[in-house]
């Protein structure tokens, strides 16, 4: 495993210099401390980590959805402790001033932990992930160019065709108002499509508003366009509109259409719980001295902050899920890095200071996975895509998480992990892209 910061990288067992900075200006704080939260966000702190975090977008309003974007404030990231028992090591003191470098995972990280090394070096190309998100964010292909330069990634712009912002409609002049919220929210997004695939081609696609209704049509759009992969990191309250929803918006055969399955711990959310979609879910995610260099536990801050999951009371169950302890639609499928403790690395600068934040919530593990899918290649005509893991080689390839809960359901798999199948976990996080092949 590699720690990634702009003037070291760090490879289990020592430092190595690339450029001519000085060990000593690893970033050990994060970005952007003390920067005031959006309102209605509420701080909140990991009992086991101590890592402060708020919400980038403010709560929402009645029959709008969420954004799941979790931005730390405060505390040591599992990033930073690896910095640090490193320096430790090395007798290096790092200067713990220096605020503008990242504080979280990068991509070489999140490749190694996911077995995409090779994958990512190859594969993507001719591949366009799609991001939905509300709002508009003005500074997302500059913010986009940060990450990708800092981390070696090739430009990905408008210019070179690679890059490319819409409105729900299509346009590319008549956007949505601006939000600082949401905007961390997109540059959270692009930053993972880029980190997992970064050969792949990204369409933002920006929804006038909140609603499902909006949002769903910016979903719509993505596909009319061409994106064979849509990531969508929002979600709110089950309603009875929801199978209305489903056949609307996310009906789509031969589309790999991913959604965070939410951040409030146990208890279903939509459109997580979309029969058409892959539900994906979070862990905290933290280097060992194992085989893989990685282990993975559900994400779980309290009883009410952690990853979704759950028994959805409206949609229909898919006929590839076959687990027993919901006669409907159960969250989640997969997932991936979600807990902030254990956060990745995003570069933002709208409404905030401009700079690197680390950030959590299964906004992260959706784009991962949607990306995870790009790298597998195009999902087959006629296909579900969400179905892949469920296969017997979609679940021999991935990594089973086994320890953790997120709430309280009894000791049923619906909150605590286990081997096999889980809610909290779905089947495991990728090994390799080979679950998300159809």
Known sequence: MRIESPQISVTRGRWRRIGAAALGTAALVIAGLG??????????????????????????????????????????????????????????????????????????????????????????????????????????????????????????????????????????????????GWSEEISLDLDMASAVCPNCSILLVEAKSATMANLGTAVNEAVTLGAKYVSNSYGGSESSSDATYDTSYFKHTGVAITVSAGDAGYGAEYPAASQYVTSVGGTALSADSSSRGWSESVWETSSTEGTGSGCSSYDTKPAWQTDTGCTKRTIADVSAVADPATGVSVYDSYGVTAGWYTFGGTSASAPIIAGVYALAGTPSSGSYPAKFPYTAAGTSALNDVTSGTNGSCGSTYLCTAKSGYDGPTGYGTPEGVAAFTG
Not at 36 to 56: D, E, F, L, M
Not at 75 to 87: H, I, L, R, S, Y
Not at 102 to 121: E, I, K, N, V, W
């Open 35 to 180: 920067t005031a939260a959006p309102a209605g966000a509420t701080p909140a702190k990991s009992a086991s980590s101590q890592v402060t975090w708020t919400r980038a977008c403010a709560t929402p309003t009645k029959g709008q959805m969420a954004c799941k974007a979790l931005r730390v404030t405060g505390g040591t990231t599992a990033f930073q402790k690896e910095q640090q028992a490193q320096a430790r090591t090395d007798a290096v003191t790092p200067d713990a001033a220096d605020a503008s470098t990242p504080s979280g995972y990068g991509p070489s990280d999140l490749q190694d932990a996911y077995g995409l090394t090779s994958a990512a070096a190859s594969n993507g190309s001719g591949e366009t992930i799609a991001i939905v998100d509300a709002y508009n964010d003005p500074n997302a292909e500059a913010d986009l160019a940060k990450y990708r330069t800092y981390y070696g990634l090739s430009a990905c712009t408008t210019a070179n065709g690679c890059f490319k912002k819409v409105s729900q409609t299509g346009s590319t002049t008549s956007l949505p108002t601006s939000d600082s």
